[in-house]
């Protein structure tokens, strides 16, 4: 028997976050694992009148591909993949890994050449979401590999999930609309300032958002969701970050990443465990040493690192930066096949102030703001 948060869930992702209309093209992608609710969402797409399209993963076939596939295969991009990022109205992502640990092992240059085939797709995705054009929503569904990495228990896990996705059970578009509204003071207070300065133990950055647009995150891009973000000027940031959890990309886990930038660059870069991988990230491409997202994480309902960015990047008194590509709706121009989320926490002794005012201390802002 489904969970009827599954499909709770579904109802929000198709008729809030993405608003399918008869005619859209929606195309529903994920693993074998995450059936209750890829079907849940497949059934509410048809009844919203839209065209669903299942692009389902079998476990496993990932590591395949890094281990068997020769370079010419590494570097195609299947024509099906190209039409859905040039002419499909909505992507529902669906995240349910049963082995989180199972590209550990790949060859980081084999990962590399992957990325940097994948750019032009990278880019036409961006540009489109940019646009309006290709509406977009990235959801998890509970599995016991994730539980295992955020040491809860499945049925532990599956309540945390539900509860950072739909905190109000009985009007979960309700709580989203008031929430929104929340963050949206939050950006208004931001508009017209320019210098960005974040302190915190082992951190010290600065860097200008001037002329840039905060995007309000509240539930139509994430699920759960809870951020504000912006792309920071290019060639603006300066300083030292220590990042306090470990940063997960392409299922390698590097742990005390340290970044230096000048003029905008990371310039030098270390790291307590996978050092060698995080050098191979940043040689993909020029883009790859550059910010392309400065943002803060705002769900009051993920208060601990579990080792899934979706969630991570979202922890209520943190901030993260992202290395690569930026988002072209914030007036990012930044460009590159990465796109690396970075978490710190500033419940501990950070600090972040705008053109010298004070804005947020120990992981909560201070300026008035209304109920949420």
Not at 63 to 80: C, D, G, V
Not at 100 to 129: C, E, H, W, Y
Not at 135 to 147: D, G, I, M
Not at 355 to 367: M, N, T
């Amino acid at each position: 028997m489904t969970d009827p948060r599954t499909e709770k869930l579904a109802e929000v992702l198709v008729d809030y976050s993405l608003a399918i209309k008869p005619g859209h093209k929606v195309v529903i992608d994920g693993s074998v694992t995450a059936a209750p609710l890829m079907r849940a969402a497949y059934a509410r797409v048809l009844r919203a009148g839209g065209h669903p399209l299942l692009d389902v993963d079998l476990p496993g076939t990932d590591e395949l591909f890094y281990k068997l596939a020769s370079e010419e295969q590494l570097r195609h991009i299947p024509e099906p993949a190209k039409l859905i990022v040039e002419t499909f109205d909505a992507r529902i992502a669906v995240i349910s890994e049963d082995n989180t640990k199972s590209l550990s092992n790949v060859d980081p240059q084999r990962m590399l050449i992957r990325r940097q085939a994948r750019t032009g797709l990278m880019k036409t995705f961006m540009r489109r979401s940019a646009a309006r054009e290709l509406r977009w929503v990235v959801v998890l569904y509970p599995t016991n590999a994730h539980a295992q990495d955020a040491e809860m228990s499945i049925t532990e896990y599956e309540d945390f999930v539900f509860r950072s996705c739909l905190p109000d059970l009985q009007d979960p578009v309700g709580y989203w609309q008031r929430f929104s509204t929340w963050q949206q003071a939050i950006i208004n207070w931001f508009r017209g300032k320019d210098r960005v300065h974040v302190t915190a133990p082992g951190t010290e950055i600065r860097f200008s958002i001037a002329g840039r647009t905060f995007e309000n995150c509240d539930g139509h891009h994430n699920l759960p969701d809870g951020e504000i973000y912006t792309g920071p000027i290019e060639d603006s940031v300066e300083g030292e970050v220590h990042f306090s959890y470990p940063a997960i990309y392409s299922g390698r886990e590097v742990t005390g990443i340290r970044l230096w930038f000048e003029k905008g660059r990371v310039i030098r870069a270390s790291a307590d465990k996978n050092e060698e991988f995080l050098l191979s990230v940043l040689e993909t491409d020029e883009g790859a040493r550059r910010v392309g997202e400065f943002a803060l994480g705002t769900n009051p309902g993920i208060d601990r690192f579990t080792r899934e960015i979706l969630f991570d990047e979202k922890i209520n008194g943190s901030f993260h930066l992202a290395l690569g590509a930026g988002y072209p709706e914030t007036g990012s121009k930044n460009e590159s096949a990465v796109h690396w989320d970075m978490i710190c926490d500033l419940r501990q002794g950070g600090e972040i102030r705008v053109d010298d005012q004070v804005l947020y201390r120990d992981g909560r802002f201070v300026i008035d703001l209304p109920e949420r």
